[in-house]
């Protein structure tokens, strides 16, 4: 019993760290219908800029850095590779050309920061906390909390904020949103933006409690592409659950099992979600005008 | 005040308008009039930049917004209730309204006295008044004409677009927004309306122009197009 | 054109067959070997890149897969080489379907997420799974022995052509065919496509499914050129790689994804070569130089879109003398490759060719096949594939409700409609009309109510089997095949009528070329009804707007329905087009098909309509003959509501 809490707290912890990449999914995939293919690299970015900048300041002073880097990244991303396909109905363009940048920003990292993986120092002290006998590493809560903090972050700029409000509006219906006077490109562009951002953030979040390298983001991106399918790509709650689920699921599947196997049951469960709801298990199917 | 002058637009490689000259005077209400699928909606989509004309001229207020997106020709000054309503479904009826303030709205300046705006579009609209804080997706269709066409006055703006605000609305809301039409065009509003009750437009307009095929075949003042008999034949009496 | 493109096949082959006489080298031969295997890989990855329009990023997985079912059947059970080819298909081509069930069930970028999962897991798979695979050491297997005689990498390389040839040859028959155009249809537009009975959902997957097993054939014969096989090899940049090919070789030709494995093999021995980097990168600046100002002279691009990409390949020349290795920029120059290819050559490398030829040499490019065959009155019309068997009414919908959020577009709405009739469905604009029309096609689901036609209940059930029902529909946006020619929208309608399998296909069999002579003679026929006859090799989307009306009705007529909706065919025909459109559904009428037809043009709907329903806001507010509706008060009202209320 012990040992499958244990199991429940770390797959929490990992898994709002897929939910919040996730998040970013969704933010870019309401504004524009696209999403970047290489959200795990701005995830090691983020991760491999803060190491440098950590080296030179305290973990405090470098998370807002890091985010703004997050941010100039998801604009680059945008400027590149998304902007110029939007004009074309077919999905073929995005998709090229993010998972042609990402590749590129793997190459650079690699080329900066090398081949091998790096410790990220951790800020908080690392004596897990005992809570009924379940170990929990404060940078756990940190990760929960922070993912949470973030999240919440976000969905009050679009409910009290006008520019976020413009933001849902281009979402829901981007001529429209045009029709009032808003800039749906720049919208866009600053999804993006934020999408990259909250990546960037995971990625200094998580870097602590695992090794730090360019090839850490492929394997997270990906799984994020999981919970954000099985939550479902316009739910805004459903990578909370769908992350927690995975999460749980990859490590109670390592204990039991193998940890060879715990990258399956998501695989699964995507093929599962897909095949019994296949707008996600919160996501509304919407109803499309022809 | 707007000036459409020999308005080409395409969608794809089809050309839909083969040149369409109209011209909406300051404090005047003009409407569109002809059958489905002549060019109405397509002229609409063009002037509010929603889709870019081939060749052809657009100019409000003397400037020149032919080409430009439909971001900067709303903050130019021209509003656009759209052809079926498009109101955004998963906002609130009042955050609906704010947002077609928007560019008022923006940058820290607001211009004009917005909140008081909101006041005046929900004293003429109360059953908005009453649903303030529901998702416009749950409205009704009457109530969502409502919205579209208040939350296109909330621009403040120098020329209203409206097309085809009665669609699909029971008779008695169809005579309601013919109501607030006439009360828009009392407050010296400068409208241009596309309908398919050709008739109540006519009634309301000061002047008017058929369009058949995407081209204009007449135009005139509303009293003299009301009783053309060729107008009155294709339009005017459909159902007799 | 066709004889000479035998001619140039024959001679492609013949050379190909030569060549390791040319060159002997056992390592060149390799180079082939491999071009060969990645050329079978990338025609399949075509069909669903090219054809489909979908992303799959789980190639290099599925040639993982081939590649280890002819590694563990011929490593562990010793089962021979002929066998363990077929096994490799059919093993991938199952994974391929159990990817493609579920992902291709929702439209958006899920193909692409999902195979990009599958991909990397099979990759941990293979590793972890080292019962059956070996794990990270690998499974080493030899060519096969035959006659007493061991398979040398020189008889191998003939394998892999034959095999090469041969999977251009089903590949082409395949494209070329009805099933091809089933996959170009659903390309360019899913909604009709799905009402001609051309499923998207099933035929996306069957597309899916062949392409698979196509990977499948291409990783077995990659084992035995191996002879030896780790997981490492089938990883993401390999995947990346297949995508760039198929790209830069061009989409949707054969010589493309041939051209697209030279290509890929050959990038990496030029990035192992600094020096031959930079002669390459040094030739493409100065190329892209010269066509740059080539451009902006003579005013066909400006300056400041030219910008990027020269910038671009000047700034490559230039770092090429600042590297010494270049393979650790690997990963970056592919991006930078598929990128610029996106960009600045989205047909690749042959359709670029094919836009030159064709400036210079318009008259030699046909992009559609001619057809030849003539039609006639009597191929106009064939037995329905389900004869009506219902009394009375054809289609009876009850109560039907269609909301959408809180607006209720059809509200407890009936109809009845009587077989062998025309029945008009009239209202104001937004009075559900056209909801209606799609509620009844099954492009929406109703919230409530129910569909009986001919007998059966249709509610729920998807746009293609309705269509396979016997109701067709024309729209009124249209949406016909743009990029097809008049006559092949009209073979897509007709897609019903071909019921030979993917052999007879394949064969060319007596079966299918009578179908396909039957469907072409028919398709003449139903163009020569509506009167395009002349326009039967034109692109659908370069007929004017009312000739591609009349198309969509003759492409839905080839569905042999029971019952065709018309959805307002008056639209933008001039008078005396009008006068012909009445004769045209009088005439479908007299040959038993019923018709449900919405029209403004009230001329229109008098003349021809037995019985007409009046919609108002989503309900019904009258119905009878065209006479009592006329004189009705309440339609009066709702068609000059505005002026009623003033």
């Given at each position: 019993m012990d040992v499958l809490a244990q199991l429940i707290e770390s797959g929490i912890a990992l898994g709002m760290i897929y939910a919040l990449i996730a998040?970013?999914?969704?933010?870019?995939?309401?504004?524009?219908?696209?999403?970047?293919?290489?959200?795990?690299?701005?995830?090691?970015?983020?991760?491999?800029?803060?190491?440098?900048l950590v080296g030179h300041m305290s973990y405090w002073l470098m998370l807002p850095l890091v985010l703004v880097f997050g941010a100039f990244q998801g604009v680059v991303v945008e400027r590149i590779g998304v902007l110029p396909t939007l004009k074309t109905k077919s999905e073929f363009g995005w998709i090229m050309t993010t998972i042609s940048l990402a590749i590129i920003f793997k190459n650079v990292a690699e080329n900066i920061w090398g081949h091998d993986d790096l410790t990220f120092p951790s800020p908080l002290p690392q004596e897990p906390l005992v809570f009924f006998g379940v170990r929990v590493l404060p940078m756990e809560i940190m990760i929960v909390l922070g993912a949470l903090a973030i999240m919440l972050a976000v969905e009050i700029f679009n409910r009290k904020s006008i520019y976020g409000k413009a933001v849902v509006a281009t979402a829901n219906d981007r001529d429209a949103a045009g029709l009032m006077g808003i800039n749906t490109g720049l919208v866009i562009t600053f999804s993006y933006a934020l999408s990259s951002m909250t990546a960037a953030f995971a990625g200094v979040l998580i870097a602590p409690l695992t090794l730090t390298g360019a090839t850490m983001g492929a394997v997270l991106g990906l799984k994020a592409f999981s919970v954000a399918i099985i939550g479902g790509l316009n739910s805004g709650m459903g990578v909370i659950?769908?992350?927690?689920?995975?999460?749980?699921?990859?490590?109670?599947?390592?204990?039991?099992?193998?940890?060879?196997?715990?990258d399956v049951p998501g695989l699964l469960l995507l093929l599962l979600v897909l095949t019994i709801k296949p707008a996600g298990m919160f996501g509304k199917s919407v109803i499309k005008k022809v | 005040m707007l000036r459409i002058n020999n308005l080409h637009a395409a969608y794809g490689k089809v050309e839909v308008l083969h040149g369409i000259s109209v011209e909406v005077p300051q404090g005047k209400v003009v409407t569109l009039i002809g059958s489905n699928g002549a060019g109405k909606t397509t002229t609409m989509r063009a002037i509010s930049g929603m889709i870019k004309p081939v060749s052809g001229s657009i100019s409000l207020n003397g400037k020149d917004i032919t080409g430009m997106s439909s971001s900067k020709i709303a903050r130019a000054g021209l509003a656009h209730s759209p052809e079926g309503r498009r109101v955004f479904a998963t906002l609130s009826v009042t955050d609906n309204l704010l947002l077609g303030a928007f560019p008022r709205l923006t940058f820290g300046r607001e211009r004009g006295d917005v909140p008081g705006d909101l006041v005046r579009v929900f004293d003429l609209f109360p059953r908005l008044k009453e649903r303030e804080t529901q998702l416009a997706g749950t409205l009704s269709g009457g109530e969502q004409q409502m919205l579209a066409m208040g939350r296109a006055l909330m621009l403040n703006p120098a020329v209203l677009l409206l097309d085809e605000p009665s669609m699909g609305l029971a008779p008695l809301l169809v005579a309601e927004v013919f109501r607030i039409i006439r009360e828009l065009k009392a407050r010296g509003i400068t409208m241009l309306l596309v309908e398919q009750f050709a008739a109540a437009a006519l009634e309301v307009a000061d002047y008017g122009y058929v369009m058949e095929n995407g081209r204009i075949s007449v135009h005139g003042p509303a009293g003299q197009l009301k009783n053309d008999p060729a107008v009155r034949e294709a339009y005017l009496g459909a159902a007799h | 054109m066709s004889l000479f493109k035998n001619i140039a096949a024959i001679v492609a082959i013949a050379v190909a067959a030569s060549l390791p006489t040319m060159w002997?080298?056992?390592?060149?031969?390799?180079?082939?070997?491999?071009i060969g295997i990645y050329a079978i890989l990338l025609l399949g990855l075509d069909i669903v890149v090219g054809y489909v329009g979908e992303v799959s990023l789980g190639h290099a997985a599925l040639f993982g897969i081939g590649s280890y079912t002819a590694g563990v059947l011929g490593h562990s059970l010793g089962v021979p080489f002929l066998l363990t080819i077929p096994a490799s298909i059919v093993v991938t081509a199952i994974f391929g379907a159990i990817l493609a069930l579920p992902a291709l069930r929702v439209n958006g970028p899920y193909l692409a997420m999902v195979t990009l999962a599958f991909g990397t897991i099979i990759q941990i798979l293979i590793n972890e799974m080292d019962f059956l695979t070996n794990g990270p050491l690998g499974i080493t297997i030899r060519k096969p022995i035959y006659f007493g005689h061991h398979i040398s990498s020189a008889d191998y390389y003939y394998i892999v052509l034959a095999a090469l040839v041969m999977t251009l040859f089903v590949v082409q028959r395949i494209l070329k065919s009805h099933l091809g155009r089933a996959f170009e249809a659903l390309?360019?537009?899913?909604?009709?496509s799905d009402c001609m009975g051309v499923s998207v959902y099933g035929y996306k997957v069957y597309a899916f499914v062949l392409s698979a097993g196509i990977a499948g054939l291409a990783g077995g014969l990659f084992t035995y050129s191996e002879e030896y096989i780790s997981p490492n090899t089938y990883n993401f940049e390999l995947t990346i790689l297949f995508l760039l090919a198929v790209i830069m070789g061009g989409r949707k030709t054969r010589i493309g994804p041939i051209l697209g494995a030279i290509i890929i093999v050959m990038l990496p021995n030029v990035l192992s070569d600094i020096d031959l980097f930079r002669k390459i990168a040094v030739g493409i600046a100065a190329v892209t130089v010269a066509y740059s100002i080539y451009v902006i002279a003579t005013k066909q691009r400006s300056f400041k879109q030219m910008a990027l990409p020269l910038l671009a390949t000047i700034a490559l020349a230039v770092s090429g003398f600042y590297i010494q290795d270049i393979t650790g920029q690997r990963?970056?120059?592919?991006?930078?490759?598929i990128l610029f290819v996106v960009y600045y050559l989205p047909n690749g490398i042959m359709g670029f060719l094919r836009g030159i030829?064709?400036?210079?040499?318009?008259?030699?490019?046909?992009?559609?096949?001619?057809?030849?065959?003539?039609?006639?009155?009597?191929?106009?019309?064939?037995?329905?594939?389900?004869?009506?068997?219902?009394?009375?009414?054809?289609?009876?919908?009850?109560?039907?409700?269609?909301?959408?959020g809180g607006l209720k577009a059809l509200n407890e709405v009936n109809l009845e409609v009587k077989k062998g009739t025309v029945h008009g469905l009239i209202g104001p604009n937004g009075s559900g009309k056209s909801t209606m029309m799609n509620v009844l096609t099954g492009i929406y689901k109703p919230t409530s109510g129910e569909i009986e036609f001919n007998g059966k209940h249709i509610t729920g059930a998807t746009p293609s089997s309705i269509a396979g029902e016997g109701i067709a529909r024309t729209f009124q946006n249209v949406q016909l095949f743009g990029e097809m020619t008049a006559i092949e929208n009209v073979l897509v309608g007709l897609h019903h009528t071909y019921r030979h399998s993917l052999l007879d296909v394949v064969f060319h069999t007596p079966r299918c070329r009578r179908e396909k002579l039957a469907a072409r003679v028919r398709a003449a026929s139903l163009l020569q009804f509506v009167g395009l006859v002349d326009l039967a090799s034109e692109e659908a989307r370069n007929l004017p707007y009312g000739k591609q009306r009349l198309l969509e009705i003759a492409r839905a007529l080839a569905l042999n329905p029971s019952l065709l909706l018309l959805d307002e065919p008056a639209a933008g025909l001039t008078a005396p087009d009008i006068k012909e459109l009445i004769g045209m559904i009088n005439k479908i009428r007299g040959h038993g098909i019923t018709v449900i037809l919405i029209e403004h043009h009230m001329d229109v709907v008098m003349s021809i309509c037995d019985t007409v329903t009046v919609l108002d806001f989503g309900q019904k507010i009258a119905e009878g003959t065209p006479a009592q509706v006329q004189s009705d008060d309440k339609v009066i009202e709702a068609y000059l509501g505005g002026t009623a209320a003033a």
């Amino acid at each position: 019993m012990d040992v499958l809490a244990q199991l429940i707290e770390s797959g929490i912890a990992l898994g709002m760290i897929y939910a919040l990449i996730a998040f970013g999914y969704q933010l870019t995939f309401a504004t524009s219908n696209t999403l970047n293919f290489g959200q795990g690299e701005a995830l090691m970015l983020g991760a491999l800029v803060g190491l440098t900048l950590v080296g030179h300041m305290s973990y405090w002073l470098m998370l807002p850095l890091v985010l703004v880097f997050g941010a100039f990244q998801g604009v680059v991303v945008e400027r590149i590779g998304v902007l110029p396909t939007l004009k074309t109905k077919s999905e073929f363009g995005w998709i090229m050309t993010t998972i042609s940048l990402a590749i590129i920003f793997k190459n650079v990292a690699e080329n900066i920061w090398g081949h091998d993986d790096l410790t990220f120092p951790s800020p908080l002290p690392q004596e897990p906390l005992v809570f009924f006998g379940v170990r929990v590493l404060p940078m756990e809560i940190m990760i929960v909390l922070g993912a949470l903090a973030i999240m919440l972050a976000v969905e009050i700029f679009n409910r009290k904020s006008i520019y976020g409000k413009a933001v849902v509006a281009t979402a829901n219906d981007r001529d429209a949103a045009g029709l009032m006077g808003i800039n749906t490109g720049l919208v866009i562009t600053f999804s993006y933006a934020l999408s990259s951002m909250t990546a960037a953030f995971a990625g200094v979040l998580i870097a602590p409690l695992t090794l730090t390298g360019a090839t850490m983001g492929a394997v997270l991106g990906l799984k994020a592409f999981s919970v954000a399918i099985i939550g479902g790509l316009n739910s805004g709650m459903g990578v909370i659950v769908g992350g927690l689920i995975l999460g749980i699921a990859e490590t109670t599947t390592g204990y039991y099992i193998s940890t060879g196997y715990k990258d399956v049951p998501g695989l699964l469960l995507l093929l599962l979600v897909l095949t019994i709801k296949p707008a996600g298990m919160f996501g509304k199917s919407v109803i499309k005008k022809v | 005040m707007l000036r459409i002058n020999n308005l080409h637009a395409a969608y794809g490689k089809v050309e839909v308008l083969h040149g369409i000259s109209v011209e909406v005077p300051q404090g005047k209400v003009v409407t569109l009039i002809g059958s489905n699928g002549a060019g109405k909606t397509t002229t609409m989509r063009a002037i509010s930049g929603m889709i870019k004309p081939v060749s052809g001229s657009i100019s409000l207020n003397g400037k020149d917004i032919t080409g430009m997106s439909s971001s900067k020709i709303a903050r130019a000054g021209l509003a656009h209730s759209p052809e079926g309503r498009r109101v955004f479904a998963t906002l609130s009826v009042t955050d609906n309204l704010l947002l077609g303030a928007f560019p008022r709205l923006t940058f820290g300046r607001e211009r004009g006295d917005v909140p008081g705006d909101l006041v005046r579009v929900f004293d003429l609209f109360p059953r908005l008044k009453e649903r303030e804080t529901q998702l416009a997706g749950t409205l009704s269709g009457g109530e969502q004409q409502m919205l579209a066409m208040g939350r296109a006055l909330m621009l403040n703006p120098a020329v209203l677009l409206l097309d085809e605000p009665s669609m699909g609305l029971a008779p008695l809301l169809v005579a309601e927004v013919f109501r607030i039409i006439r009360e828009l065009k009392a407050r010296g509003i400068t409208m241009l309306l596309v309908e398919q009750f050709a008739a109540a437009a006519l009634e309301v307009a000061d002047y008017g122009y058929v369009m058949e095929n995407g081209r204009i075949s007449v135009h005139g003042p509303a009293g003299q197009l009301k009783n053309d008999p060729a107008v009155r034949e294709a339009y005017l009496g459909a159902a007799h | 054109m066709s004889l000479f493109k035998n001619i140039a096949a024959i001679v492609a082959i013949a050379v190909a067959a030569s060549l390791p006489t040319m060159w002997s080298n056992p390592y060149y031969i390799h180079l082939m070997v491999v071009i060969g295997i990645y050329a079978i890989l990338l025609l399949g990855l075509d069909i669903v890149v090219g054809y489909v329009g979908e992303v799959s990023l789980g190639h290099a997985a599925l040639f993982g897969i081939g590649s280890y079912t002819a590694g563990v059947l011929g490593h562990s059970l010793g089962v021979p080489f002929l066998l363990t080819i077929p096994a490799s298909i059919v093993v991938t081509a199952i994974f391929g379907a159990i990817l493609a069930l579920p992902a291709l069930r929702v439209n958006g970028p899920y193909l692409a997420m999902v195979t990009l999962a599958f991909g990397t897991i099979i990759q941990i798979l293979i590793n972890e799974m080292d019962f059956l695979t070996n794990g990270p050491l690998g499974i080493t297997i030899r060519k096969p022995i035959y006659f007493g005689h061991h398979i040398s990498s020189a008889d191998y390389y003939y394998i892999v052509l034959a095999a090469l040839v041969m999977t251009l040859f089903v590949v082409q028959r395949i494209l070329k065919s009805h099933l091809g155009r089933a996959f170009e249809a659903l390309h360019d537009s899913p909604i009709a496509s799905d009402c001609m009975g051309v499923s998207v959902y099933g035929y996306k997957v069957y597309a899916f499914v062949l392409s698979a097993g196509i990977a499948g054939l291409a990783g077995g014969l990659f084992t035995y050129s191996e002879e030896y096989i780790s997981p490492n090899t089938y990883n993401f940049e390999l995947t990346i790689l297949f995508l760039l090919a198929v790209i830069m070789g061009g989409r949707k030709t054969r010589i493309g994804p041939i051209l697209g494995a030279i290509i890929i093999v050959m990038l990496p021995n030029v990035l192992s070569d600094i020096d031959l980097f930079r002669k390459i990168a040094v030739g493409i600046a100065a190329v892209t130089v010269a066509y740059s100002i080539y451009v902006i002279a003579t005013k066909q691009r400006s300056f400041k879109q030219m910008a990027l990409p020269l910038l671009a390949t000047i700034a490559l020349a230039v770092s090429g003398f600042y590297i010494q290795d270049i393979t650790g920029q690997r990963l970056t120059i592919f991006g930078l490759m598929i990128l610029f290819v996106v960009y600045y050559l989205p047909n690749g490398i042959m359709g670029f060719l094919r836009g030159i030829l064709l400036r210079i040499r318009p008259q030699w490019m046909h992009r559609h096949e001619v057809i030849l065959e003539h039609g006639d009155k009597q191929h106009v019309w064939s037995v329905p594939d389900h004869p009506v068997t219902a009394r009375g009414n054809l289609l009876e919908a009850r109560n039907i409700v269609m909301q959408f959020g809180g607006l209720k577009a059809l509200n407890e709405v009936n109809l009845e409609v009587k077989k062998g009739t025309v029945h008009g469905l009239i209202g104001p604009n937004g009075s559900g009309k056209s909801t209606m029309m799609n509620v009844l096609t099954g492009i929406y689901k109703p919230t409530s109510g129910e569909i009986e036609f001919n007998g059966k209940h249709i509610t729920g059930a998807t746009p293609s089997s309705i269509a396979g029902e016997g109701i067709a529909r024309t729209f009124q946006n249209v949406q016909l095949f743009g990029e097809m020619t008049a006559i092949e929208n009209v073979l897509v309608g007709l897609h019903h009528t071909y019921r030979h399998s993917l052999l007879d296909v394949v064969f060319h069999t007596p079966r299918c070329r009578r179908e396909k002579l039957a469907a072409r003679v028919r398709a003449a026929s139903l163009l020569q009804f509506v009167g395009l006859v002349d326009l039967a090799s034109e692109e659908a989307r370069n007929l004017p707007y009312g000739k591609q009306r009349l198309l969509e009705i003759a492409r839905a007529l080839a569905l042999n329905p029971s019952l065709l909706l018309l959805d307002e065919p008056a639209a933008g025909l001039t008078a005396p087009d009008i006068k012909e459109l009445i004769g045209m559904i009088n005439k479908i009428r007299g040959h038993g098909i019923t018709v449900i037809l919405i029209e403004h043009h009230m001329d229109v709907v008098m003349s021809i309509c037995d019985t007409v329903t009046v919609l108002d806001f989503g309900q019904k507010i009258a119905e009878g003959t065209p006479a009592q509706v006329q004189s009705d008060d309440k339609v009066i009202e709702a068609y000059l509501g505005g002026t009623a209320a003033a």
